[in-house]
């Protein structure tokens, strides 16, 4: 985590005044250990919030100005509380914008505006969440200098709101969900139909999760990604044939899928659904292997997922199956999988201890040579959700 004094130090230097007021929030970044494409389909996710994430300072002003800065972008803007729009020019600021436009739409008054200082350790575009970790640790702090309850379910819902309407991207639940409501050493079972879940304790021992960054640009995630919505909702209306009521592919258990999936008239339609359906099963599955310690199970699950993901809904992409088959050769690796909406971004991998530096020798030399493209590597532990630092 950030040095606070240094930080402090910095936030002084931009908005002056003194250190006495200023309180310093922090929110994590996130990754999904399995699970992925389920979330819109009313499926379960299990993601894990991890212990680097943006650390935001923020102090009252005497004035209703916000004067947004970060140690991250050059970029600095001020606005005032009353007129908080989404301006293109302000790239960055609109993620806090919309938790404030949010806020105040939902009734919340400020006696004034504010100083505010983000520091991410969240690298930029590897999908690990910065914009929710960016959001979720605004709301908090906004509502916390408000006196207004702090109900982490809640603040994960209104930052997917000011996501999906004030900056226009249509993301699911899970990002906001995992960075409001993380516990250290645990992963959440997050139904996202429902947003019923259960902190499951991830006890890895002697092996880490190793993320893989493999600075692909995800130009296709986008298209893609609402081609692939179309075709879930496409099996939903053929499966209506055998159960009516159906409006998820969430809502079928493997069985089911298996006695009906013959009523999906495309091929590419059906394989879709098939990922979709087994890897909520493999969810369910990993949630029995770990309550096991059998974490080898769980690596094998991970494997699963990321053929899946390859074979049947086709959003790997050539640099996340180099970068997985290089992750998979290593010996003391259990499992590697992407993690995201694919075609790019981010692996993540169960490595034992002693194998981290190799690990990380071997994969890059091996994925270079396959893509071309010189990966990062970060070794996580999983941390606590949104909070105030003392």
């Known amino acids: 985590m950030a040095n606070l004094q240094q930080l402090k130090k910095q936030f002084i230097e931009l908005h002056g005044g003194s250190e006495d007021t200023i309180r310093v929030f922090h929110a994590p970044g996130r990754v999904n250990l399995i699970g992925e494409h389920t979330d819109y389909n009313g499926g379960y996710v299990f993601p894990a919030a991890l212990t680097f994430g943006t650390t935001l300072l923020l102090r009252p002003r005497t004035d209703d100005k916000l004067a947004f800065a970060s140690t991250n972008f050059e970029l600095r803007g001020e606005v005032s509380l009353g007129h908080i729009v989404n301006d293109e020019k302000d790239d960055w600021m609109n993620y806090p914008k919309g938790i404030v436009n949010e806020l105040q739409q939902r009734g919340v008054k400020f006696d004034s505006g504010f100083d505010l200082l983000y520091h991410g350790e969240i690298p930029n575009g590897a999908g690990l969440s910065s914009s929710a970790s960016i959001e979720v640790v605004t709301a908090f702090a906004l509502l916390s200098t408000a006196g207004e309850p702090l109900d982490t379910v809640e603040i994960a819902k209104l930052a997917q709101r000011s996501e999906n309407e004030f900056?226009?991207?249509?993301?699911?639940?899970?990002?906001?969900?995992?960075?409001?409501?993380?516990?250290?050493?645990?992963?959440?079972?997050?139904?996202?139909?429902?947003?019923?879940?259960?902190?499951?304790?991830?006890?890895?021992?002697?092996?880490?999760?190793?993320?893989?960054?493999?600075?692909?640009?995800?130009?296709?995630?986008?298209?893609?990604?609402?081609?692939?919505?179309?075709?879930?909702?496409?099996?939903?209306?053929?499966?209506?044939?055998?159960?009516?009521s159906l409006t998820l592919l969430g809502q079928l258990s493997l069985e089911q899928f298996e006695a009906s999936e013959h009523l999906i008239q495309d091929e590419t339609v059906r394989r879709r659904a098939r990922h979709v359906v087994e890897e909520i099963d493999r969810v369910l599955r990993s949630i029995e292997v770990l309550k096991a310690n059998d974490l080898a199970a769980f690596g094998r699950l991970m494997n699963g997922s990321h053929d899946s993901l390859r074979d049947l809904y086709e959003v790997t992409g050539a640099e996340l199956d180099a970068m997985v088959e290089a992750a998979r050769s290593v010996d003391g690796v259990l499992g590697s999988r992407m993690t995201g909406a694919g075609f790019g971004g981010c692996t993540v991998s169960l490595v034992h201890e002693d194998a981290i530096e190799r690990f990380k020798e071997e994969v890059g030399r091996k994925y270079n040579e396959a893509t071309g493209l010189a990966a990062d590597f970060y070794v996580c532990s999983i941390g606590n959700g949104v909070e105030e630092l003392v």
């Not at 250290?184 to 304790?201: Q, S, V």
């Not at 006890?203 to 995800?218: D, Q």
């Open 167 to 244: 900056n226009g991207v249509k993301c699911g639940i899970m990002d906001q969900f995992a960075v409001a409501n993380g516990q250290k050493d645990h992963a959440i079972l997050l139904m996202c139909d429902t947003l019923e879940y259960d902190l499951i304790p991830f006890r890895s021992g002697a092996y880490k999760l190793v993320i893989g960054n493999t600075n692909k640009r995800r130009g296709l995630a986008d298209s893609k990604y609402n081609e692939r919505r179309g075709q879930c909702e496409q099996a939903v209306a053929d499966l209506q044939q055998a159960h009516p």
